[in-house]
Nanobody, 126 residues
Framework: QVQLVESGGGLAQAGGSLRLSCVPS????????MGWFRQAPGKEREFVAT????????YYADSVKGRFTISRDNAKTTVYLQMNSLNPEDTAVYYC???????????????????WGQGTQVTVSS
């Protein structure tokens, strides 16, 4: 059983930064991609960013391009989301997600991911 454990959420002021981490536990597998989604109160869960295991290609939602950076460690297990220039609209629960070993596209669809973390709260004050 694969579990994804997020950490790094918390409270930030507008214009500030936070870094989220996602560590898989249990059976390690060669997933195609790992990414981040977020869900604000009363809204649908939306794609934020993803990184492909094979070549490190990254994909971002338009709303976070230029502000957020997704990366991974050399072992290709831990995935990070560096969030800069935060604004109150970034307030949400952030979820780490992983695909199975084979790739499903599009990467910005929740359906591409089989494994999900419990989420970590990010709150940005104005």
């Amino acid at each position: 059983q694969v579990q994804l454990v997020e950490s790094g959420g918390g409270l930030a002021q507008a214009g500030g930064s936070l870094r989220l981490s996602c560590v898989p536990s249990g059976r390690i597998f060669g997933n195609c991609a790992m990414g981040w989604f977020r869900q604000a109160p009363g809204k649908e869960r939306e794609f934020v960013a993803t990184i492909r295991r094979r070549d490190g290609s990254t994909y971002y939602a338009d709303s976070v391009k230029g502000r957020f950076t997704i990366s991974r460690d050399n072992a290709k297990t831990t995935v990070y989301l560096q969030m800069n220039s935060l604004n109150p609209e970034d307030t949400a629960v952030y979820y780490c997600a992983a695909t199975p070993p084979y790739c499903r596209t599009p990467y910005d669809s929740r359906a591409a991911y089989d494994y999900w973390g419990q989420g970590t709260q990010v709150t940005v004050s104005s």
